[in-house]
């Protein structure tokens, strides 16, 4: 298959790599029909997140349509020929952060979370395509993919609603969103949004979502207030 | 004393240390400011107001003063920031000790005077730094390294699994399974009911095998076992299961102690384990964690072969493997 892969700072190559397989039993294989790039990948690009190694599939954020899984995964939660939006944290779903539906934290999903502990005093759950310290995974940017624990994170779109509409839950849609609820918004409140980028203005309707009476957006760059503007938040 | 207590103590000196180091800095930072803001008053208490070069001097050692407050009081490493103000005490006294021998009467008497001071400081100044520089000894850590020579290592490690005592018992009473998230073990054969023969991979020798027998067990609680015979490496472990606070989860506690002989299979051994060994135990006892809790040791494109996944790092790059690189499994 074509992937997106790191090939030193600041480069990255769309190469031939071989399709990924089935490794653990509860894995899946997806093939994508949507990928995104994170404002959080140009940290990988620019050689800032330590641990990536030239030939790294990057991404993590993806969705398409199940086309194998291990015979780990309980049929009642995913089938062959699902079409699945993937979140990027990679969830075993009974660790104990699992259970208590920090699903981020995962206790289990990180073959590298030894090295992560002794790096950051604490460890990280697995992430796709996000260096060898949250797993060395190989990520969505790519034709295919495979993701691990499939029946615990993928969530099923059984709607037609289109990709475009629905490819943000892999990670940015829910990162603006968890941003607005922190702030326990209330009817009366007016809430002000400081960068108006693609987390910004998920967070601005997230906070329109939870009730603000007023929504603010602050940036620098004029198209950036006029997409919050369109989208109905003052400038 | 267990390693806990010398652990506490080496904390319990090194704190002292710091307190003393920050002391000294106050005083650093107090001469070092009156030597700036008011240097005729110096020179005139130390009785060298008659020579115009210490009005360039005296400044000059309020500013090393200042340095000198700086290192004490904000670097952890005390013993190097304390041997400075050593050497400027040094600088002192050779200063002090040109200036009386150049003066008599009310001056030679105020610089005697100041010079008693000074060496009061230098005394203080020393034993600071000699303290500073042993508790730096005492706290560094042994490593696996450290037993070349042979001799006893005890490692612990911990970990909290989401089932329930008997059945993480169950599990590992079931010594089969051990080598299936243990990184070194091979195999563990069940011989009897207490007896066991195990094997361990390379670079403890090829084809490392010794006989175990269980010497303690409390279902659900607790096991503890030993090598018998004559193991190249004599250890011994204890696993102890313990209910959570959380009424659904267990708390593993591991020890495991081994008599690493001397010679070239101690050396293998103390290579094996590298600096830091408790990092492989922690490493054992996450992949117990996954296999109970998630069914599998987790695998990823670049730690494709589980247990084995530490000795890879760099890792293979993080994208998927080919079929010949598959079939071959670990040992491509
Ligand atoms: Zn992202
Ligand atoms: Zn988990």
């Known amino acids: ?235 | 004393m267990t390693q806990l207590a010398t652990r506490e103590a080496a904390k319990a000196r090194q704190e002292d240390v710091q307190r003393r180091g920050r002391r000294l800095g106050w005083v650093s930072l107090g001469l070092g400011v009156a030597q700036l803001a008011a240097p005729d008053t110096v020179r005139r208490i130390s009785g060298v107001d008659d020579s115009p070069t210490t009005r360039a001097v005296v400044p000059l050692v309020g500013a090393r003063e200042l340095v000198h407050a700086a290192g004490l009081l904000t670097s952890r490493r005390k013993s190097v920031w304390a041997w400075t103000r050593v050497v400027g005490d040094a600088m002192d006294l050779a200063s002090l000790g040109v200036a009386i021998a150049h003066r008599s009467g009310r001056r030679r008497r105020r610089l005697v005077a100041v010079t008693g001071a000074v060496v009061g400081i230098t005394v203080v100044d020393l034993l600071t730094a000699v303290q500073a520089t042993r508790a730096k000894k005492i706290g560094s850590a042994p490593t696996a390294r450290g037993s070349r020579e042979g001799g006893p290592m005890e490692l612990t490690a911990t970990t909290t699994i989401r089932k329930p005592p008997p059945k993480v018992y169950a599990f590992w009473r079931d010594l089969g399974n051990l080598p299936t998230f243990m990184a070194h073990l091979e195999q563990i054969r069940t011989t009897g009911d207490r007896t066991s023969h195990w094997s361990a991979s390379a670079p403890f020798g090829k084809d490392v095998e010794w006989d175990a027998e269980i010497v303690d067990e409390a279902p659900g609680e607790k096991i503890a076992w030993r090598s018998t015979g004559n193991a190249d490496v004599p250890n011994a472990g204890t696993v102890r299961f313990v209910p959570a606070p959380d009424g659904v989860s267990t708390e593993v506690h591991v020890v495991l102690s081994y008599d690493i002989p001397g010679g070239a299979v101690g050396k293998a051994v103390a290579k094996y384990f590298g600096e830091e060994p408790h990092q492989q135990l922690d490493d054992d006892l996450r992949r117990l964690k996954q296999v109970l809790e998630t069914g599998q040791v987790v695998r990823s494109e670049g730690a494709p072969w589980g247990k084995r996944a530490r000795k890879e790092f760099p890792q293979r790059p993080a994208q998927p493997l080919s079929d010949s690189e598959l079939a071959k499994g670990a040992d491509s």
């Not at chain 1, 769309?14 to 940290?43: M, Y």
């Not at chain 1, 539906?101 to 590298?112: A, F």
């Not at chain 1, 940017?141 to 609603?161: C, H, M, N, T």
């Open chain 1, 1 to 235: 298959m074509r992937a997106n892969t790191w090939a030193g700072r600041n480069k990255v190559k769309v190469r031939d790599v071989p399709d990924p397989k089935i490794l653990n039993e509860r894995d899946a294989i997806v093939r994508i029909t949507s990928t995104a790039i994170c404002g959080s990948d140009l940290h990988l690009l620019d050689g800032y997140v330590p641990t990536m190694q030239d030939g790294d599939v990057m991404g993590h954020e993806f969705m398409g349509e199940v086309i194998e899984v291990g015979q780990g995964v309980d049929p009642g939660r995913l089938r062959v020929g699902d079409r699945v939006v993937v979140p990027f944290p990679i969830a075993c779903g009974a660790c104990g952060a699992c259970a208590a539906e920090l699903y981020s934290c995962c206790e289990n999903s990180n073959p590298n979370a030894g090295i992560a502990e002794k790096m950051f005093g604490h460890p990280v759950a697995g992430i796709f395509g996000y260096s060898h310290l949250t797993g060395g995974f190989a990520g969505g940017q790519a034709q295919y993919a495979r993701v691990p624990f499939a029946d615990v994170g993928p969530l099923k779109i059984e709607s037609d609603l289109t990709d475009e509409q629905v490819l943000f839950l892999s990670d940015i849609l829910p990162t603006g969103y968890m941003g607005a609820e922190m702030c326990d918004i209330q009817s009366t409140d007016v809430v002000a949004v400081w960068g108006a980028g693609p987390v910004g203005q998920f967070a601005m309707d997230s906070a329109r979502a939870l009730g603000a009476a007023k929504v603010i957006a602050i940036d620098k760059e004029p198209y950036r207030l006029q997409m919050a503007e369109r989208a109905g938040h003052t400038a």
